[in-house]
């Protein structure tokens, strides 16, 4: 039985939940599914590998009916989270050792006494449709990224790939008709190489995205109406529904460090809105040069300033913190973002527009300065800045060095 034939049983409900092993997607999802476990008391699973149970801890004590399912891969050496991708790898290749928790996840499904009655993967899982169809339920994709973003990858996904790097593609399926540079295109579509056998899996998972039963988008309304009316005329059904913003579900555990007690005591010297935060996400790492020009921005302005080197502090320019000690902070690890960007102090958020970073800067309300660098990044600050004039263009392109003495203001020489 094709997913999108199977229809909601009867049975009592139970939500297996499939996430993908990257911050940027596995947190949304996790917000999603504490939603749906507390706001409609459904009890779920979320199936997760040993090295990434640490990941659910937090969702785990704050959701009362979840569980975790721990698996192993059977290759020990395959990876199993972004941080174990060699260098430059695209993390939509993490998908690609995980159709072998297939095999286990249906020996767990049939021996439990209340097997899943749904299945939500997170969207760079398309094998998620023949294991739902095994266990002959329907399939949920779950979208971490923004309507107008997906729209973008069916559209790139069902043409003819590779593109020309020396050209430009035209959108002529969405609405507007929008035109992005190369340079602009989602990175899961440029690095795509015809014949692999690894990216032929990746596009193939969008292609049976498209068949899924429903499609649930870290979205909302008034963001991305029209995309989402254009996503249901993609799918072929209505049952795409904008869920988001997700992120403000209180499961991600965000305990204050000592650290952190101290970053928020100084907020609270500061005069509203009055900080910029600065954060590229939970992957990107700066170039030297381009942190070395960033933090000299930094010093060369008069602004207060928080920033959080996310994934990587290593790259954070050496003495900055020293010589701006009076009004600027550097978060060594993993910042409580959310909390930083709702603090009365921030006003401003220079962002790589990541989509959790972009929804979670307009919700608290503060001015999006857009440096987008890479995947649905160029979308996403389109959206934003073009469409909505919710955020300014600060500058382009993960090789982007701007000048320090002009920051905020300066693009890329490529596009
Ligand atoms: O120190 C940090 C750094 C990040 N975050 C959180 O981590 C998430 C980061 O997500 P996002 O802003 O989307 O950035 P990436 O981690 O780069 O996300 C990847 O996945 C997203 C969803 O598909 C895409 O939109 C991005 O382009 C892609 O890079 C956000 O919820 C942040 O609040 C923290 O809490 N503390």
């Known amino acids: 039985m094709a997913t999108t034939d199977a229809v ?93 928790l297939r095999e286990p996840l249906l020996s767990w499904a049939r021996s439990h006494p209340d097997p899943p009655t749904i299945v939500i993967s997170d969207f760079f899982l398309g094998w998620a449709q023949h294991l739902a169809d095994d266990l002959r339920v329907p399939w949920i994709v779950f979208y971490a990224s923004g309507a107008f973003a997906v729209a973008a990858l069916d559209h790139l996904w069902k043409g003819a790939l590779p593109l020309d790097p020396n050209g430009s593609v035209v959108l002529d399926t969405l609405p507007g008709s929008p035109a992005f540079p190369y340079e602009h295109v989602p990175s899961v579509v440029k690095k795509y190489v015809a014949g692999d056998p690894d990216w032929e899996f990746v596009r193939e998972g969008f292609r049976l995205n498209v068949r899924a039963w429903g499609a649930a988008v870290n979205t909302f309304d008034e963001m991305e109406r029209e995309f989402l009316e254009c996503l249901k005329r993609f799918f072929g059904h209505g049952r795409v529904w904008a869920v988001g913003p997700v992120a403000d579900s209180g499961c991600r555990g965000e305990e204050r460090s000592l650290e952190a007690e101290q970053l928020f005591s100084w907020l609270d010297t500061c005069p509203p809105r009055s900080v910029v935060y600065v954060c590229f996400g939970s992957m990107y790492k700066p170039p030297p040069a381009q942190a070395a020009a960033l933090g000299a921005a930094l010093e060369a302005s008069d602004a207060r300033f928080v920033w959080a080197g996310g994934a990587d502090v290593a790259v954070l320019p050496e003495g900055l913190e020293g010589r701006t000690a009076k009004r600027g902070r550097v978060v060594r690890g993993w910042a409580p973002q959310m909390e930083i960007l709702r603090n009365a102090a921030v006003g401003a958020f220079l962002t790589h527009c990541g989509w959790n970073s972009t929804l979670e800067g307009v919700a608290a309300g503060v001015v999006l300065l857009a440096w987008p660098m890479m995947a649905d990044q160029f979308i996403d600050a389109r959206l934003v800045v073009d469409l909505h004039g919710a955020a300014v263009r600060a500058a382009e392109g993960a090789d982007a060095v701007p000048d320090p003495r002009t920051p905020w203001t300066l693009r890329s020489g490529r596009t």
């Open 8 to 100: 909601p049983s009867r049975r009592r409900p139970h939500v297996l939940v499939i996430p993908l092993p990257s911050r940027g997607h596995l947190l949304p999802l996790l917000d999603f599914a504490h939603r749906l476990s507390t706001c409609h008391s459904v009890p779920l699973t979320v199936a997760a590998t040993s090295s990434n149970l640490p990941l659910l801890s937090a969702f785990l004590a704050s959701t009362p009916l979840a569980a975790a399912l721990p698996l192993e891969l059977p290759d020990s050496s395959a990876p199993d989270h972004s941080s174990h991708l060699p260098p430059g790898t695209h993390h939509a290749l993490l998908a690609v050792h995980l159709p072998r």
